[in-house]
């Protein structure tokens, strides 16, 4: 079937918005429509004033839609977030809460009698207006000379033995030990904007002051670094245990945690031979890739995992991506992509059997960024962009995108350059510019147009992400080192220097309600991401990881997790473990072969 | 009569989704309220079909109450119904064995935006134009779009046969976009 003139079109698309068309008549008006710009204009003002009908006399219905759903969900309750992904969580064997509870009463009493005796912690201020701010939880409650170390959410649920490394020693509770290991920086008035310091940089930065005196060198205590790690690898691998049950989801706004725990115990030293590790792994590798956020994390994985043998799943995450870039070079949540589900890949092989069990190597603190030693790449895989994405997405999504972008190209897979070039130009148009610093400062969610001020975790992720992208084209057109003299990474550097905080995610977050822990450990983790991979051993004059240690440790909970407002406990604690284990590789491990020529 | 279906504050919808997460019905139904006309017409736009855009609205709210705590603050509650809409609409037109979707990238940009359609005046000149249209062609329009009659019974109600009754509704939507055009001062030619 062929349309002779548009106005056969024009009909046909009204036939198709009454009863639709199939077969023939479908491919001819698709055709019809994608070769002609008038017509696909005029559909565009059909389709809107199909729109405005409906919704017109869907207005009129909203009681009765109402109503039919109160009938449907009338006293039943959203499920719970939990390990199970969807499922709410059922302990097989329920124990007796009473040795817990008293345990938790001795050990609260201690805690007390500690927390009384110790001076009365000083509020840091290094939060731009952090006078008004609403009080830090963690100082607020050590105000009480009885601590209060239950969850809000209630007594945390004894960890499960039989999995994990073994029942969690209350009396070792870090919040106990934490000790101030030196004089806490004297208060300052408002941050002026600062000079960037990179350990390989001196100097590079073009705008503020040039000189800054040394930042006072703040260290972590080393045991309770290395005991609130072990605690909170141990609650992650009793929640790994629990995870992979549902496997249906709503696509790629489906956000169970699963990658991001895999990504976590990967870099905790956990590996193929653990059981609940392979168990995750294989129902990764087996899953249909559906959202943005997971692929990122799949691909993440495979190339840290092994990325000589997971190369091919690493192509098909890779495929994935570009098949959801957004017009604008951005990222949504994502939609399933048929090209990336076709990919070929080989058999799965068995698990590799455990050599005396399950272990985990590495409990000392912050292992070092790329330790993890990597197969060299042999070979190398192309794709191509097969498909459009929407208008437009987000920078929470981009971010990701540009993480599981980074990982494919040091894996061997070789992405289109105008895909890189058009997501690099996405995160330059969304830097949020304004009358007091009109050549852009820091990100928000949205675009620039978004109409939303600079915020934490936008801004730092920002910033990782247009690291990547410099240094990905770098390795693509031979040369080196752009990342390091990008005007607008440097500009939301000096952004997160001015707003430098680890107690909040600074800024007026989104979607947060006010509240300034809103997504606060994503925050830290896209802080760590941003430092890593700038090679930044300070932000401004502020020293990020002693800081952002020393803040996790006094607000991890006593059984080793973390939660703030925002993304739930499970997330939360994975971001924790990531910036207190620095699990950013900085951008020098370019494998060898992998060169565009 | 109902509440309003008029979009809420983002800070009203963002207390009302944490009282829902907590298990309050009637917080979520307030928070929905004002997306149910453009989930509607959005799944009506994909399935095809009005009776089954019904069932998936409702079966949108239904599994977005249940997940609702999988919805993570920064997101965007409307973005989020409308891409489990979207899945439950392609479910519903694989049902009504639909197999061709024609131009999808259209729907989405004419979707794009979740607040409601026919701001800008639009919506005002449309509902204006369309009292203006009258006769058979105004009933057409009415009983397809605000009645979900289908076709055929659309043709024994006005006495006449589908083909006419597609004709008719062509010629209705061609008059309405041009007289919107014009009232809104964009030139009548379509």
Not at chain 1, 318 to 331: E, H, P, S, T
């Amino acid at each position: 079937m062929s349309l002779r003139t548009c106005d056969d079109a024009r009909v046909l698309l009204s036939d198709h918005l009454l009863d639709g068309v199939e077969g023939d008549g479908a491919d001819a008006l698709g055709s019809h429509l994608a070769a002609c710009s008038p017509c696909r204009t005029h559909a565009g003002e059909i389709f809107l004033q199909d729109r405005i009908l409906a919704e017109m006399g869907a207005r009129a219905r909203v009681d009765a839609m109402v109503g039919r759903l109160r009938g449907s969900i009338g006293g039943t309750k959203p499920l719970a977030l939990t390990a199970s992904g969807g499922t709410p969580v059922v302990v097989p064997r329920r124990r007796s809460w009473l040795p817990w509870v008293a345990a938790a009463a001795i050990f609260g009493a201690v805690a007390g009698v500690v927390a009384y005796l110790q001076p009365a912690p000083r509020v840091r201020p290094d939060v731009a207006g952090a006078g008004n701010a609403t009080p830090d939880p963690v100082t607020h409650a050590r105000k009480s000379p009885l601590p209060k170390p239950d969850a809000p959410q209630g007594p945390p649920l004894p960890p499960d033995p039989a999995p994990g490394p073994g029942p969690l020693v209350l009396p070792e509770k870090p919040r106990v030990d934490v000790k101030d290991p030196s004089p806490k920086p004297a208060p300052q008035p408002l941050p002026e904007p600062e000079p960037v310091k990179r350990a390989d940089l001196p100097g590079a930065v073009a705008q503020g002051p040039a000189v800054h005196a040394v930042p006072p060198v703040i260290e972590v205590p080393r045991r309770t670094l290395d005991d609130s790690l072990r605690v909170g690898t141990a609650w992650l691998r009793g929640r790994a245990s629990m995870l992979g049950a549902a496997q249906s989801g709503t696509g790629g706004r489906d956000m169970r945690p699963d990658e991001l725990v895999l990504w976590t115990l990967l870099h905790s030293g956990v590996g193929e031979d653990d059981p609940d590790f392979y168990r995750l792994l294989k129902a990764m590798l087996e899953r249909k890739l559906e959202g943005t956020y997971r692929a990122a994390l799949q691909v993440m994985i495979l190339e840290e995992l092994d990325r000589v043998k997971y190369q091919p799943w690493i192509a098909r995450g890779a495929q994935f991506l570009l098949d959801n870039q957004c017009r604008n070079g951005q990222w949504s949540y994502g939609d399933p992509s048929l090209f990336a589900e076709e990919a070929t890949l080989p058999t799965l092989a068995a698990r590799p059997s455990p050599a005396g069990g399950s272990k985990v190597k590495v409990f000392e603190a912050a292992s070092a960024p790329g330790s993890r030693p990597k197969p060299r790449v042999v070979a190398r895989i192309a794709v191509r962009k097969m498909r459009e994405g929407p208008e437009s997405g987000d920078n929470s999504n981009s971010m990701y995108a540009a993480l599981g972008l980074r990982a494919a190209h040091d894996a061997g897979i070789l992405l289109p350059p105008e895909v890189i070039q058009l997501a690099q130009k996405a995160w330059r148009d969304a830097q949020i510019r304004s009358a007091v610093a009109p050549a852009g400062e820091g990100w928000c969610y949205g675009g620039r147009s978004h109409g939303h001020k600079a915020y934490g975790s936008m801004t730092a992720g920002a910033v990782g992400s247009l690291a990547i992208y410099d240094y990905i084209r770098d390795n693509d057109e031979g040369k080196r080192g752009s990342w390091k003299r990008d005007a607008e990474l440097l500009r939301g550097i000096d952004w997160l220097s001015r707003n430098f905080t680890v107690t909040e995610n600074p800024g007026p977050t989104e979607h947060g309600d006010g509240k300034p822990d809103h997504m606060y450990y994503y925050y830290l983790y896209a802080l760590e991401r941003a430092a890593t991979l700038n090679g930044l051993e300070t932000i401004g004059k502020h020293d990020w990881y002693a800081r952002g240690s020393q803040a996790l440790l006094e607000r991890q909970r006593l059984d080793g997790s973390w939660v703030a407002t925002g993304a739930g406990e499970l997330p939360d604690t994975c971001f924790a473990l990531l910036f207190l284990r620095k699990a950013t590789r900085a951008l020098v491990d370019v494998p060898t072969g992998i060169r565009r020529k | 009569m109902g509440k309003s279906t008029s979009r809420i504050s983002l800070d009203s919808e963002t207390r009302l989704i944490a009282a829902a997460k907590g298990g309050d019905p009637a917080s979520f139904e307030d928070a929905l309220r004002p997306h149910l006309p453009m989930l509607f017409a959005y799944a009506r736009a994909i399935c095809g079909d009005y009776h089954a855009a019904e069932d998936v609205v409702q079966e949108t709210a239904q599994i977005a109450y249940r997940k609702l705590n999988f919805l993570i603050p920064e997101a965007d509650f409307a973005g989020w119904l409308k891409a489990i809409a979207r899945r439950q609409a392609l479910a519903a037109r694989r049902k009504l064995q639909k197999t061709t979707l024609v131009a999808e990238d259209v729907i989405e940009r004419v979707y794009q935006d979740s607040e409601p359609a026919g701001q800008g005046g639009r919506g005002e000149a449309l509902a204006e134009c369309l009292q203006k249209l009258g006769g058979r062609a105004a009933d057409a329009v009415r009983a397809h779009y605000f009645d979900g009659v289908k076709t055929d019974d659309l043709a024994a109600r006005l006495d006449s046969k589908p083909p006419a009754i597609r004709q008719l509704l062509h010629r209705a939507r061609l008059l309405l976009l041009d007289c919107v055009r014009r009232r809104l001062g964009l030139g009548g030619a379509v």
